[in-house]
Structure formats: structure tokens, C-alpha cells
């Protein structure tokens, strides 16, 4: 059942980013089913970075939703593709600090930080949410930061026996890479 799960979730988990690499705002439906269906997974896989990254991503998917189709100034304006500020930076920097605090305290909770993994899904967890927080805002640099917390994802879930979760990750941090090419050439007309 939980392979059937799973295969699911990164067939929508891939369906929602390849939508954010064409700045679709329907990355947000096919994302909040897969999330839906990971938060189930990673409780039962003890990943508890993830699934805290997972109930974040559940928020920002509502979040970014509606930032993403609102209408802005009494006009027809949308929330557009732009480069993160340096307040946008300090705010990415409060994120991380803040996610790895919570995300330690949970590991320390539940008494987890035995497991070798602990540390890595801290760190991971920490640009995850930044990259998150990112694209709801529509910044480029969102994807440099799910990029590397994809990068750190692919070893932590394969050595933990998730191939599949893996190997979805390996195709988001593709995905990513080309989405951040693409967000830049918008980017780059708008100028």
C-alpha cells in the first residue's frame, strides 16, 4: 500500500514542480495532493524533518495559491517573477535559523537524534523552507535554494530506502534546474 502511496505522490510531486518551472499556478492543486499523501508517508517513516517540510508545504501551497491569483492595486496585475531582495535575504536567513531551531527541538522531543541521518534532514529542512517561502513570493532564487535541499534529499531518503521519494527528488532537482533557467529568461524580458 505505501509503494502504491508513494508512487502517487512523486507522480504529483513531479506534475507540481514541472507547473511552477512554467509559473503555473496550478502547481499549487497537484502540490497540496502530494503533499497530502507524503505527511501520511514520512510519519511512518520517521522522517520528521520531512514531514514537518511536508505540513509547511501544505501551508505555502494555500499561501502561495492565493498570492499567485490575486489580483493586485485594483488592477489586473498578478504577483510577478522577481529577484530576492536584500530584505528578502534577511527574511530567507530568519526562515532557516528559525526551521532548524524547530526542526532540532522536534529530533530532541522525540528523542531522535541518535539516528545518523538527524543532521542532514535538519539542514535540508531549513532550505526547503526557504525555497518555499521563495517561490509563494515568486522569487528566482527560489530554486537555488530547493536545488540544494534536493541535492542533500536524494543520499538521506535513498540510504533510508525510499527509492522511489529518491528518485523523485533527483527528477525535481532537474526539474529546478530548468525551472530556474526559465524563471531568469522571464526575467530578463520583462527588462
Not at 514541472?18 to 508517508?41: D, M
Not at 535538519?122 to 521563495?134: E, K, R, S, Y
Request: glycine share 6%.
Amino acid at each position: 500500500m505505501q509503494i502504491l502511496l508513494e508512487s502517487v505522490a512523486v507522480i504529483l510531486g513531479i506534475a507540481s514542480v514541472i507547473f511552477s518551472c512554467f509559473n503555473s499556478k496550478w502547481l499549487y492543486p497537484t502540490g497540496l495532493a502530494s503533499t497530502v499523501i507524503y505527511i501520511y508517508l514520512l510519519f511512518n517513516w520517521e522522517l520528521y524533518g520531512d514531514l514537518i517540510i511536508n505540513l509547511y508545504y501544505f501551508y505555502m501551497s494555500i499561501y502561495g495559491w492565493v498570492l499567485w491569483t490575486k489580483r493586485y492595486k485594483n488592477s489586473n496585475e498578478i504577483l510577478k517573477i522577481t529577484k530576492s531582495s536584500h530584505k528578502d535575504y534577511v527574511k530567507s536567513l530568519y526562515i532557516f535559523i528559525f526551521s532548524i531551531i524547530f526542526v532540532a527541538g522536534i529530533y530532541i522531543a522525540f528523542d531522535k537524534f541518535d539516528r545518523w541521518w538527524a543532521y542532514a534532514d535538519i539542514i535540508m529542512t531549513g532550505l526547503l523552507f526557504v525555497g518555499t517561502w521563495q517561490l509563494a513570493k515568486r522569487k528566482l532564487e527560489n530554486w537555488l535554494f530547493l536545488i540544494a535541499g534536493d541535492v542533500i534529499a536524494i543520499p538521506l531518503i535513498y540510504l533510508k530506502g525510499y527509492t522511489l521519494t529518491s528518485i523523485l527528488n533527483v527528477v525535481l532537482t532537474v526539474i529546478a534546474i530548468f525551472g530556474f533557467l526559465a524563471w531568469k529568461k522571464i526575467l530578463h524580458a520583462k527588462k
